[in-house]
């Protein structure tokens, strides 16, 4: 029979770490955060309801250190499209989780996170379908309103800061990287990272006039010309404009690139769905059958 002066002792350790392990998972925990002022403003997700981000403190010696991660999610370029994407999280900030897990560059684990752990951390939500771009659908409004928000909250007095983002909202962050260095001034280093979202233009590939044209869909529905750089739109069809590879080199502010070289997305919707003039979903269910072979 088992000895119950040892069993109650060994319990009551494990309660004690229980407690401790969730007081620490709770910490790292973070809630969604509203602009107060957006909907006044017009800064509203495909739905009409309100953008969103998650934001973390910084502390010690990264009390004065910004980085701002923008969510992808693809676009939509008709009403149809639009309409179908309010249902989901790509559309809306009704559906968000209430609270966020930080992981990756935004992790407070200096082990897995040493250069940002105690920045400043702000994942913003994506609802716009268009990079973060769009005049009609306003997702470049609801930049706007969350830098906004974010430099009431101290990021007007960044030393240093980085702009970042994956795949559409890497994009949206290689398009916004001088407006966001214009709106700190004071800082002494801005830098942008866009994470998987150099959309090459492949002019040499099959489907390049699709591409074009889906590209140009997007800016033409969204109304997001406005936002793409005069330096280019005036040398060529401000469709291209997007294309990263026609604006980098008049960005002013250092740019980093995380790109894959062997990019799955591009290479399977970016080419074979546009080119075969079919669906992502059904491009995707050949390219799998393709790869099973």
Same mark, same amino acid.
């Given at each position: 029979?088992?000895?119950?002066?040892?069993?109650?002792? @060994?319990?009551?350790?494990? !309660?004690? #770490?229980?407690? #401790?392990?969730?007081?620490? $998972?709770?910490?790292?925990? /973070?809630?969604?955060?509203?602009?107060?002022?957006?909907?006044?403003?017009?800064?509203?997700?495909?739905?009409?309801?309100?953008?969103?981000?998650?934001?973390?403190?910084?502390?010690?010696?990264?009390?004065?250190?910004?980085?701002?991660?923008?969510?992808?999610?693809?676009?939509?370029?008709?009403?149809?499209?639009?309409?179908?994407?309010?249902?989901?999280?790509?559309? /809306?900030? /009704? @559906?968000?989780?209430?609270?966020?897990?930080?992981?990756?560059?935004?992790?407070?684990?200096?082990?897995?996170?040493?250069?940002?752990?105690?920045?400043?951390?702000?994942?913003?939500?994506?609802?716009?379908?268009?990079?973060? @771009?769009? #005049?009609?659908?306003?997702?470049?409004?609801?930049?706007?309103?969350?830098?906004?928000?974010?430099?009431?909250?101290?990021?007007?007095?960044?030393?240093?800061?980085?702009?970042?983002?994956?795949?559409?909202?890497?994009?949206?962050?290689? !398009?916004?990287?001088?407006?966001?260095?214009?709106?700190?001034?004071?800082?002494?280093?801005?830098?942008?990272?866009?994470?998987?979202?150099?959309?090459?233009?492949?002019?040499?590939?099959?489907?390049?006039?699709?591409?074009?044209?889906?590209?140009?869909?997007?800016?033409?529905?969204?109304?997001? /010309?406005?936002?793409?750089?005069?330096? $280019?739109?005036?040398?060529?069809?401000?469709?291209?404009?997007?294309?990263?590879?026609?604006?980098?080199?008049?960005?002013?502010?250092?740019?980093?690139?995380?790109?894959?070289?062997?990019?799955?997305?591009?290479?399977?919707?970016?080419?074979?769905?546009?080119?075969?003039?079919?669906?992502?979903?059904?491009?995707?269910?050949?390219?799998?059958?393709? $790869?099973?072979?």
């Amino acid at each position: 029979m088992a000895d119950h002066r040892f069993i109650r002792p @060994l319990i009551v350790c494990f !309660l004690m #770490m229980m407690m #401790m392990s969730s007081q620490v $998972c709770a910490s790292d925990w /973070t809630n969604i955060i509203i602009p107060e002022s957006a909907i006044s403003k017009g800064a509203v997700c495909l739905d009409g309801s309100p953008p969103a981000y998650y934001f973390r403190n910084g502390s010690g010696d990264g009390v004065d250190n910004w980085l701002i991660y923008m969510e992808g999610g693809g676009w939509c370029i008709s009403n149809k499209g639009c309409l179908e994407r309010t249902k989901i999280y790509t559309g /809306t900030s /009704t @559906l968000k989780p209430k609270r966020m897990y930080f992981t990756d560059i935004l992790s407070e684990d200096q082990t897995i996170n040493p250069d940002f752990y105690n920045w400043n951390r702000v994942f913003v939500a994506y609802c716009d379908s268009s990079s973060y @771009l769009g #005049m009609l659908n306003p997702g470049s409004r609801i930049f706007d309103s969350v830098m906004e928000d974010l430099l009431a909250k101290g990021m007007k007095n960044a030393k240093n800061a980085i702009l970042s983002g994956g795949s559409a909202g890497g994009l949206g962050t290689i !398009l916004h990287c001088d407006g966001f260095r214009s709106l700190i001034p004071k800082a002494s280093r801005v830098k942008c990272i866009s994470d998987a979202g150099f959309f090459i233009h492949a002019k040499k590939l099959h489907g390049a006039q699709e591409r074009e044209r889906f590209f140009a869909d997007m800016i033409a529905y969204h109304g997001a /010309t406005k936002h793409l750089p005069a330096s $280019c739109t005036t040398k060529m069809n401000p469709s291209l404009c997007i294309f990263p590879e026609n604006i980098v080199k008049d960005i002013q502010t250092p740019l980093f690139f995380l790109e894959s070289a062997f990019d799955g997305h591009q290479e399977f919707w970016f080419t074979l769905a546009i080119a075969m003039d079919t669906s992502w979903t059904t491009a995707g269910a050949l390219t799998r059958q393709h $790869c099973e072979k």
